[in-house]
């Protein structure tokens, strides 16, 4: 879930030294419980993801066996499912930043996926009707992203996100491991009726849209009455260079990664599966995810967030190769899938946290929507790509032409995110004492076109934040303004 959304211009200014807690006391509010706002956002996720997850488990096995389609056309239903709706996202993140009103942004798209569930039972077994259907579920699924994140990273210091998207992602990634077991439930006790799942899915999802409506807060930050966002400002975004560079990347990264189901259906091919146990492959990766997100989070607020996430695109590498390699039986089954467990969990939540601090506070959700379009446009092109490769050239060939995809990719995005030098206008942050508690500099930058007002880039992006030396932000801006 992608990463690199780290840091270049820091959202929170540098606290004052009276403000900066003890050593001691920092390293134990490290590790302090995340704030009960991304609790409750991890319990609508977790409910959500049992209800998207007993449909995603099933899916590939209908088209494909069910429906007899080929890869190539599978891989444009899956590239519909991933990204699609990608312009959507931008959407979402536009009227969220625009409106403050993220939690009702987030809410119309976990609505709008929930009653997708119930329309797969007028799809039938129409094609394009299904598609259509999937396009609406994931249209819900772009609008809520990027409100959700955003509220995540208001409620959380620069310094703990990679602990609190971690969080946030392991419970998310209960409810995809008990989604499918939920489904194989379902399909025994409903004599194999794909209709009970759709049925008992949208219950699921209309369950969680409750819990986000009683449960979430939607943090209001201080903005100016006057601050209004406009396109042309959000434009901007991409003019800051170390945006621009995690746009890159995720895009790069993107389009090295194929779809869940692909791995799915080429395991079930090798191995013989029978398709009633075909659901919990998806609950396999799901446990691995659970059980290394959290840590993986923890270890990159520590060792930098670079160099976990890209540790999960090796474990992808190998997960690729081996799909046809000569490993096999359930050894193959087990490592296969705790690498895949290991990717998720390696990149899904730490993207969102290289993106926070990157990210000027009132365009944060705009941002991280941009982001999340460039890696969802990237995941629509690599799914049709790889079903044509698969159709043309065979499984075995298009599986390792998309492991040597993943390694250039994680060269690219290493040379893009590399630490670079010292210069002017160096800040190195440190956390604030609170969530709520974003201290300022006392001398405001000059604002960007239409009013925001730009923050400091720190030199790296993919480390551990670390405290500032009292007055260093003031006399680097002053550095900076005589330059």
Not at 101 to 119: E, W
Not at 181 to 203: I, P, Q, R, T, W
Not at 239 to 245: E, F, H, I, K, L
Not at 300 to 324: C, I, K, N, Q, S
Request: with cysteine; charged share 15%; net charge positive.
């Amino acid at each position: 879930m992608p990463r690199e959304e780290r840091k270049r211009v820091y959202l929170s200014t540098v606290t004052s030294p009276a403000a900066t807690p003890p050593a001691g006391r920092s390293g134990r509010r490290r590790f302090a419980k995340v704030s009960g706002n991304v609790i409750a956002l991890g319990t609508v996720s977790l409910i959500t993801d049992v209800s998207s997850e007993m449909v995603t488990a099933i899916l590939p096995l209908y088209l494909v066996l069910g429906l007899q389609l080929s890869p190539l056309a599978y891989g444009v239903i899956d590239g519909v499912y991933t990204g699609a709706t990608a312009l959507l996202r931008l959407v979402g993140g536009y009227v969220a930043d625009r409106t403050r009103r993220r939690k009702t942004v987030a809410g119309f798209g976990y609505a709008l996926s929930a009653v997708a569930k119930l329309a797969l039972l007028a799809a039938g077994r129409s094609v394009p009707a299904i598609g259509l259907v999937i396009a609406a579920d994931r249209t819900g699924k772009g609008l809520r992203a990027a409100p959700r994140d955003a509220m995540i990273t208001l409620s959380t210091p620069p310094a703990e996100l990679g602990r609190a998207f971690g969080v946030h992602r392991a419970m998310d990634s209960v409810g995809a491991f008990l989604g499918p077991l939920a489904a194989l439930g379902v399909l025994a006790l409903a004599a194999n009726s794909f209709d009970a799942v759709f049925v008992v899915s949208f219950c699921v999802a209309a369950l969680g849209v409750m819990v986000l409506v009683l449960f979430v807060r939607d943090r209001r930050e201080a903005v100016p009455a006057t601050a209004k966002v406009s396109v042309r400002e959000a434009a901007t975004l991409l003019r800051n260079a170390p945006v621009r560079r995690l746009v890159l990347a995720a895009c790069l990264l993107g389009l090295a990664t194929i779809g869940d189901g692909f791995i799915y259906l080429l395991l079930q091919r090798r191995e013989e599966l029978s398709t009633v146990w075909f659901p919990l492959l998806a609950a396999g990766t799901s446990l691995g995810y659970l059980l290394l997100a959290a840590p993986l989070g923890v270890l990159a607020d520590r060792v930098g967030r670079l160099p976990v996430m890209l540790g999960g695109y090796v474990a992808l590498t190998g997960a690729y190769l081996l799909l046809f390699g000569p490993l096999g039986g359930t050894p193959l089954l087990v490592v296969t899938l705790g690498l895949y467990g290991l990717f998720y969990a390696a990149t899904d939540g730490i993207l969102m946290a290289l993106a926070g601090p990157v990210l000027p506070d009132r365009l944060r959700t705009t941002g991280i929507a941009l982001i999340q379009t460039g890696q969802a446009l990237a995941y629509l092109v690599s799914s049709v790509l790889f079903g044509l490769a698969w159709q043309t050239w065979g499984p075995a060939t298009a599986s390792r032409v998309a492991a040597l995809a993943v390694v250039l990719a994680v060269a690219a995005t290493l040379l893009l995110l590399r630490p670079r030098g010292r210069g002017a206008g160096t800040v190195a942050a440190t956390a604030p004492t609170g969530p709520h508690d974003r201290s300022t500099a006392t001398e405001p930058a000059a604002p960007l076109p239409g009013g925001s007002t730009p923050t400091a880039e720190p030199d790296d992006p993919t480390g551990p934040t670390t405290p500032a030396q009292p007055g260093a932000d003031r006399a680097d801006r002053n550095a900076e303004a005589q330059r």
